[in-house]
């Protein structure tokens, strides 16, 4: 199938691109209960979408400048980040520079999904106003944002949503308001080619074994709209008879190559 004869209403690919990974030393974070003083390696992921020869990207990753720390750093919430390979290398290996990303649609503003806005400060950002409102707001640190990764982003072309939206009206890419991790978290339903829908659920739960226990993390903003948000995305993939990509989910990142065009099914 030619990537140059778009179907109506479908991506023409999507690539997976590493955006590092994210160690905790304690494991109940996520399952509060559960796995107490284990650490936990958890494998980060940012997504480039190529739609009507446009390129859209879902998330941006960890700081690229993460990547001159070979033991990388403790960013937020307890967590350290280590970049092995920077987003702007993977960009370059397909071919594109950070200017050619028309859009950025953003799951939330922690700093392995937010980490490279200064790169594309010219895009178009796509997220819920009330996640904005929570990432410029006075309980920022709170909820484990690092606002100097996006000091640039108020002054972006921002798209700011309240609830759902079909982004380009053709039902290729739309937003789904999955709120609780954070206040205004989003996902994405992208779908492909071939009549195949994804559902990037970013950190909605951070494992399939967290979504299908229903564990909210203790870091999260709201409880109950998470599980809400877990139930959502659990109908959405039954409906749509959908493929699930948790972000941190170890299986479900490495199910995708890195780096390589995804379509046409
Ligand atoms: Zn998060």
Same mark, same amino acid.
């Given at each position: ?5 778009? %179907? /109506?209403? !479908? +991506? ?11 160690? @905790? @030393? ?9 796995? %107490? ?14 739609? @009507?020869?446009? &390129?859209?990207? &879902? ?5 690229? $400048? =993460? @990547? =001159?720390?070979? $033991? ?20 370059? $290996? ?19 999904? +937010? ?8 895009? !178009? ?35 700011? =949503? ?15 308001? !999955? /709120? ?11 779908? !492909?080619?071939?009549?195949?829908? #994804? ?11 967290? =979504? ?18 877990? $139930?959502? #995305? ?30 046409? &099914?």
């Amino acid at each position: 199938m030619s990537l140059d004869r778009e %179907q /109506p209403g !479908t +991506v023409e690919s999507i690539y997976r691109l590493e955006a590092g990974f994210a160690l @905790a @030393a304690d494991r109940s974070i996520y399952t509060p209960g559960r796995f %107490q003083g284990e650490p936990i390696t958890l494998p980060c992921n940012a997504y480039l979408i190529r739609r @009507a020869g446009e &390129w859209t990207l &879902w998330d941006t990753g960890m700081p690229d $400048e =993460l @990547a =001159l720390e070979p $033991e990388g750093r403790i960013i937020a919430h307890g967590l350290r980040g280590i970049l092995p390979r920077t987003l702007r290398s993977q960009l370059q $290996e397909i071919g594109v520079v950070p200017d050619d990303i028309g859009t950025v649609i953003l799951s939330h503003g922690h700093f392995d999904h +937010v980490g490279n806005a200064a790169l594309f400060r010219h895009a !178009t950002w796509v997220l819920q106003s009330a996640e904005f409102d929570a990432m410029v707001g006075p309980d920022a640190a709170r909820h484990g944002y690092r606002p100097e990764l996006y000091e640039g982003l108020r002054d972006a072309r921002l798209l700011l =949503l309240d609830g759902d939206r079909d982004l380009f009206s053709d039902g290729s890419v739309s937003v789904i308001a !999955t /709120p609780g991790h954070t206040p205004g978290h989003a996902s994405l339903l992208v779908r !492909t080619q071939g009549g195949r829908a #994804i559902v990037l659920s970013g950190d909605v739960a951070h494992s399939s074994f967290n =979504l299908e226990h229903r564990y909210v993390p203790t870091m999260n903003a709201d409880a109950e709209a998470s599980r809400r948000s877990m $139930e959502r #995305i659990v109908d959405l993939v039954r409906e749509e008879d959908a493929e699930l990509w948790i972000n941190h989910d170890p299986g479900h990142a490495t199910a995708v190559p890195a780096g390589r065009a995804i379509f046409g &099914w």
